[in-house]
């Protein structure tokens, strides 16, 4: 059983990333916090809960922080809408968030849970990296880190960045160079799972509450993605969970990674170092899509 702590800025890929979690019965969701990202966090709480409160996903829901670390703040309208997660109408909610700062729930289950507990930040790192610096021993005790960010060629804000690292560079910095074991779900490996007009549409007539949110979130999604010149939208955010259900289906290359901070070009570059043995992070490099689809399939079918 993996026990997990997601850390989403609720789009609608973070939306994908909740499903496969929840549908999963390997997987435990322990808590969910909602950082500012896609939107601001006001917006990406709300996503949150509205996704929880329909899918009966009984997890705790906290806020994250608001800003990012050091940098001015950017949001990913033009790809996710105004609230966030645009297409989805959802009833009223009554799930409400959970009293209590994410950032210290984040520290205190890592901490009461030695080497037990997974992170998985979807979004910019800022709760993750004010976990480590509020308490370090978080780097050490936490068993994995397994985040969506980063590429090893172009980016996809800016010709050096990816979205989650380019919105608070600073905070995946501190998460980088804390030690804490890394895996890196980056656009190298999310690009390669690609949902078609095809499969979306096998979907549609599947009888479950979360394929329909699924359908409708997507419409929306493909069509932002293809005003912006992207032939398909990727599922970058659920790669994370498909990782903690199945390795294998990846390949990886361990490697020292960084943060570039200075260049005016490069700012959020995450930059590649030599290989290594231990320590690191390990850069997820190939994967085998259909095995994706094949969990999704399965997460819907275990939800309402
Ligand atoms: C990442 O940026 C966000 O817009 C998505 O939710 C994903 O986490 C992809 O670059
Ligand atoms: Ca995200």
Request: aromatic content about 6%; glycine content about 8%; proline content about 6%.
């Amino acid at each position: 059983m993996e026990r997990i702590i997601m850390d989403v800025d609720t789009g609608h890929d973070d939306a994908v990333a909740l499903v496969l979690a929840a549908g999963s019965p390997q997987i435990q969701i322990e808590g969910i916090v909602a950082v500012a990202g896609n939107q601001v966090r006001e917006r990406t709480l709300e996503n949150t809960l509205n996704v929880c409160d329909y899918l009966d996903i009984e997890a705790p829901v906290f806020a994250g922080l608001d800003r990012p670390i050091v940098r001015r703040q950017i949001t990913a309208g033009n790809i996710h809408g105004k609230t966030g997660l645009d297409g989805p109408v959802f009833p009223p909610r009554t799930k409400q968030v959970h009293p209590g700062n994410g950032v210290r729930f984040i520290i205190d289950t890592v901490l009461a849970n030695p080497h037990e507990i997974t992170l998985v930040p979807t979004g910019p790192l800022t709760d993750i990296a004010m976990a480590i610096r509020m308490e370090p021993a978080v780097a050490d005790l936490v068993k994995e880190i397994v985040f969506m960010g980063g590429s090893t060629g172009e980016g996809n804000v800016t010709y050096s960045a990816e979205f989650n690292i380019f919105a608070d560079p600073e905070a995946a910095q501190i998460v980088c160079t804390s030690g804490a074991p890394l895996v890196m779900m980056g656009l190298d490996v999310t690009l390669q799972v690609m949902l078609t007009d095809e499969r979306l549409d096998t979907y549609r007539e599947f009888p479950k509450k979360a394929a329909s949110m699924f359908c409708a979130s997507m419409d929306n999604y493909m069509a932002s993605c293809r005003r912006h010149g992207h032939d398909y939208p990727a599922m970058h955010d659920p790669c994370c969970i498909a990782y903690l259900l199945d390795r294998d289906m990846f390949s990886f290359e361990r490697r020292e990674l960084q943060i570039e901070l200075q260049g005016a070009l490069t700012y959020g570059r995450t930059v590649v170092g030599p290989h290594l043995d231990e320590g690191g992070a390990l850069i997820a490099k190939k994967t085998k899509p259909e095995q994706f689809w094949n969990m999704l399939d399965t997460a819907f079918r275990n939800l309402p």
